[in-house]
Structures are given as structure tokens and as C-alpha cells.
């Protein structure tokens, strides 16, 4: 059973210091997408990549936010330094890319927490 | 600029009857892809049905079933047999894929409380 997976699962920390986030995608899937779940923005789609090669990423702030895949087995992305503002549920999600026809599959999510 | 609505903030259903989540959008593009996930507690954000804006036949999943109109721009999902596991929030999506650029745009999700 092919899935995504997150690391961490959960992860609190104090406003400045530099968080990770990790995804690894389903094996053979080659777009990655990196969301952003809040109570008050719902879902908002941060940045995506195809074939490891970031593709749009509009949706991220980009005085703090970083995102990359050093392999095709593994995106990251980075925040440093963290705010409290950031606290939310981040999803990666992966997609086999044929262009139109893929459909997404999420992970478990990692919930953040910026104090 | 493409947006999706989700007017219902919260649904019941009891245990073996049926429901339908409502759904609009709004979009300027003839080719685009609709989809409803569903996210239980644990987080996990799982497909539950897809539509292709251009088949005019509604899709179905066992006893998920959508009712799409894209004249309207509604793309309503029928619960059927509703089932306690069914209880999760419920998103609508809306993707559309131009010029080698996605667009992902989410509703702001339905609680869907099932009542044994």
C-alpha cells in the first residue's frame, strides 16, 4: 500500500529557530506539492515541483520559506526563522504526472506549532 | 480569479440515510478537474471522487455519487448508506492544469457529523 509519508508527525517550537519538514513521496511519483492548512486560510497550495524542479512557488513566503528536493525520494521545506504566524498543518502531497490526468495523494500531514 | 464555496459550515446524518454536500465554483476556464476529499480526524486528507470537467456523465464511487453541473458551476457529492466512518470534514477542490501550471483552489470544507 503506496503511501505518503511526513516527518514529523507533530513538532512545537519557539518563534526564531528554523524548522524542517520532510515528504516522501510515493515511489515513482514525480510532482510534488507542498500545502498549508489554517483554520482561517484553509488549504492553500505553497509550491510544487516536477521532476525535482520547483514549478510554481507563488503561494510561499519567500523571506523565510524554502522548499526543495535533494532526491526523488524525499521534498523538505524549510521556515527559519519560525513565527508564530506559521503554526498550522503542513501536506505534501505526490502525483505521478501526466500532465492532466494525475490525481494527488496526500500525507499525514506535519502540525506545527510556533510559540 | 477561480474560487470554490462551500456554504455549509456543518451537515447531520443518521446512520444509513443519505446526504449531499454542496459545492459551487467559479471559473472563467472550460477545462478544469473536481474533486472531493474527505479528512477524518486522524488528519489524513483521503480522495474520495474525482470529476473531469468534460465528461457530462457524474461519477461515482461505490456510494459516493456526485451531481455536477457546469453550466451552473455546482458539483454537489450524494453520501448514500451513510456509515459512522463517513463522519470527517469534507473538502471540494477545484484543479486546473494551463500553460504547465497547476491551480489548486480548496472550499472551506463541511463537517459531517453521522448520528447512530
Known amino acids: 500500500d503506496a503511501r505518503v509519508t511526513q516527518t514529523p508527525r507533530d513538532k512545537v517550537t519557539e518563534m526564531g529557530q528554523e524548522v524542517t519538514m520532510r515528504c516522501q513521496p510515493i515511489?515513482?511519483?514525480?510532482?510534488v506539492f507542498w500545502y498549508r492548512q489554517t483554520m482561517m486560510q484553509g488549504l492553500e497550495l505553497l509550491a510544487y515541483f516536477r521532476n525535482r524542479a520547483p514549478l510554481d512557488d507563488s503561494g510561499m513566503p519567500k523571506d523565510r520559506f524554502s522548499a526543495e528536493m535533494p532526491d526523488a525520494t524525499l521534498a523538505t521545506l524549510k521556515i527559519q526563522p519560525s513565527e508564530p504566524r506559521d503554526s498550522a498543518v503542513y501536506f505534501c502531497?505526490?502525483?505521478?504526472?501526466?500532465?492532466?490526468?494525475?490525481?494527488?495523494?496526500f500525507g499525514p500531514g506535519t502540525r506545527l506549532l510556533v510559540l | 480569479a477561480q474560487t470554490v464555496t462551500q456554504s455549509q459550515p456543518e451537515m447531520s446524518v443518521q446512520e444509513a440515510e443519505t446526504v449531499t454536500l454542496s459545492c459551487t465554483y467559479d471559473?472563467?476556464?472550460?477545462?478544469?478537474?473536481l474533486f472531493w476529499y474527505k479528512q477524518p480526524p486522524s488528519r489524513q486528507m483521503i480522495l474520495v471522487i474525482r470529476?473531469?470537467?468534460?465528461?457530462?456523465q457524474n461519477a461515482t464511487e461505490n456510494r459516493f455519487s456526485v451531481n455536477f453541473q457546469k453550466a451552473a458551476k455546482s458539483f454537489s457529492l450524494k453520501i448514500s448508506d451513510s456509515q459512522l466512518g463517513d463522519a470527517a470534514m469534507y473538502f471540494c477542490a477545484y484543479r486546473s492544469f494551463t500553460s504547465g501550471t497547476y491551480k489548486y483552489i480548496f472550499g472551506t470544507g463541511t463537517r459531517l457529523k453521522v448520528l447512530a
Open positions: 471559473t472563467s476556464e472550460s477545462d478544469y478537474y
Open positions: 515511489l515513482g511519483h514525480n510532482t
Open positions: 502531497a505526490s502525483a505521478l504526472g501526466t500532465g492532466d490526468q494525475e490525481t494527488q495523494y
Open positions: 470529476q473531469e470537467a468534460y465528461k457530462q
